[in-house]
T-cell receptor, first 115, second 115 residues
Framework: AQTVTQSQPEMSVQEAETVTLSCTYDTSESDYYLFWYKQPPSRQMILVIRQEAYKQQNATENRFSVNFQKAAKSFSLKISDSQLGDAAMYFCAYRSSYNNNDMRFGAGTRLTVKP | EAQVTQNPRYLITVTGKKLTVTCSQNMNHEYMSWYRQDPGLGLRQIYYSMNVEVTDKGDVPEGYKVSRKEKRNFPLILESPSPNQTSLYFC??????????????FGQGTRLTVV
């Protein structure tokens, strides 16, 4: 089964600075989808960004961008110009195209933003 | 408004008292699933359903039941809750097939405490 690993349980960044959250995954599949979700204290799961594995171009959404390295099975999230509202738990997720469309999550990284 | 509605948001119960957490989506999604979120473990899948009357076990199904009699509803049933089922629960839905690249839509979460 696919596994998703987030090796940083906690990260901290100064407001307006840039931070990168790491995610690696293990799979033998060639076609899949990757996501980053944000979970603020409200507990709501909010999609931050998505990446299709067949696309080489890294996805970007405003201040959020990813570094997708398919060969290395790495999918890191970069947050630029960090804001206080970015403080949250961030989950990396993998969705299979084959295995009952299974979605797997990492353990999460708690991001603190310092004013 | 497209949404996944989960109820209740908070629940405290006693060991052995049967309970049901409801989940309903209004997006006509085929795929629905239940996750539990525990610190340091991320989200782990309990059960999933790929369509009406089609359900299957996820990674941590013990102690849980589900049913999918209608496309929009996917209740989670704990026949005899135990304290190790104290957790944060999420229902999610998403399309299948060509919609695989889309995000999973999550409910607001149910904080369950079993004493």
């Amino acid at each position: 089964a696919q596994t998703v690993t987030q090796s940083q349980p906690e990260m901290s960044v100064q407001e307006a600075e840039t931070v990168t959250l790491s995610c690696t995954y293990d799979t033998s599949e060639s076609d899949y989808y990757l996501f980053w979700y944000k979970q603020p204290p409200s507990r709501q799961m909010i999609l931050v960004i998505r990446q299709e594995a067949y696309k080489q171009q890294n996805a970007t959404e405003n201040r959020f961008s990813v570094n997708f390295q398919k060969a290395a099975k790495s999918f890191s999230l970069k947050i630029s110009d960090s804001q206080l509202g970015d403080a949250a738990m961030y989950f990396c997720a993998y969705r299979s195209s084959y295995n009952n469309n299974d979605m797997r999550f990492g353990a999460g990284t708690r991001l603190t933003v310092k004013p | 408004e497209a949404q996944v509605t989960q109820n209740p948001r908070y629940l405290i119960t006693v060991t052995g008292k049967k309970l049901t957490v409801t989940c309903s989506q209004n997006m006509n999604h085929e795929y629905m699933s239940w996750y539990r979120q525990d610190p340091g473990l991320g989200l782990r899948q309990i059960y999933y359903s790929m369509n009406v009357e089609v359900t299957d076990k996820g990674d941590v199904p013990e102690g849980y039941k589900v049913s999918r009699k209608e496309k929009r509803n996917f209740p989670l049933i704990l026949e005899s809750p135990s304290p190790n089922q104290t957790s944060l629960y999420f229902c999610a839905s998403s399309p299948l097939g060509a919609g695989l690249h889309t995000e999973a839509f999550f409910g607001q979460g149910t904080r369950l405490t079993v004493v």
